[in-house]
């Protein structure tokens, strides 16, 4: 069976810090793309990252370039968002997915307010 | 970056009954190595997402029959043949042709 559990959401002030992490099982986690997609309370989807399966190619959603960095640990079947300079337009759920959305995660809610 | 407009953002249906959702993008679709990268997602209250139909119109693994998936180009469909209950929720389409990958607004499906 298949899963994606992220963690590490919480409650950030404005120019704070928070570190995404998302483990999965089921599937060959070295040989597929990755990505972040998160949703504002009562909006729609967006792509925020992307990186290759080998972490040699990365992208990012214009709106978080040079704040948040996607990586990956193919050893721990593990990926991450660090996310810096947290904005409140930043709060949303962010997903975990798989590939081209195949296979999501839970979600983990990220709150930037002071 | 690539617009994907749906419509309608709202869709009252009576169970039994038909629907379709309309998905248009910005630009062409068609990826240099020939595909059409577009999908379709389903997300019921309180869920995560979940793939519907792949590359346009290829269903996912335990997806009903009664979706399908059409259209090429600009141009794309998403049809419930039936509409049950348990298909409520909001529809997406998303393109994966060109980066940064794009949803559409989404389509609330309710039932009349």
């Known amino acids: 069976e298949v899963q994606l559990v992220e963690s590490g959401g919480g409650l950030v002030q404005p120019g704070g810090s928070l570190r995404l992490s998302c483990v999965v099982s089921?599937?060959?986690?070295?040989?597929?793309?990755m990505g972040w997609v998160r949703q504002a309370p009562g909006k729609g989807l967006e792509c925020v990252a992307t990186?290759?399966?080998?972490?040699?190619?990365?992208y990012y959603v214009d709106s978080v370039k040079g704040r948040f960095t996607i990586s990956r640990d193919n050893a721990k079947n593990s990926l991450y968002l660090q996310m810096n300079s947290l904005r409140a337009e930043d709060t949303a759920v962010y997903y975990c997915?798989?590939?081209?959305?195949?296979?999501w995660g839970q979600g983990t809610l990220v709150t930037v307010s002071s | 970056d690539v617009v994907v407009t749906q419509s309608p953002l709202s869709l009252p249906v009576t169970l039994g009954q038909p629907a379709s959702i309309s998905c248009r993008s910005s630009?062409?679709?068609?990826?240099?190595?020939?595909?059409?990268?577009l999908n379709w997602f389903q997300q019921r209250p309180g869920q995560s997402p979940r793939r519907l139909i792949y590359?346009?119109?290829n269903r996912d693994s335990g997806v009903p029959d009664r979706f399908s998936g059409s259209g090429s180009g600009t141009d794309f469909t998403l049809k419930i043949s039936r509409v049950e209950a348990e298909d409520i929720g909001v529809y997406y389409c998303?393109?994966?042709?060109?980066?940064?990958?794009?949803f559409g607004q989404g389509t609330k499906l309710e039932i009349k």
């Open positions: 089921g599937f060959t986690f070295s040989n597929i793309w």
């Open positions: 997915a798989r590939g081209s959305g195949s296979s």
């Open positions: 990186i290759k399966d080998d972490g040699t190619a990365k």
């Open positions: 998303m393109q994966r042709t060109h980066w940064p990958w794009t």
């Open positions: 590359e346009v119109s």
């Open positions: 630009q062409s679709l068609v990826y240099s190595d020939g595909n059409t990268y």
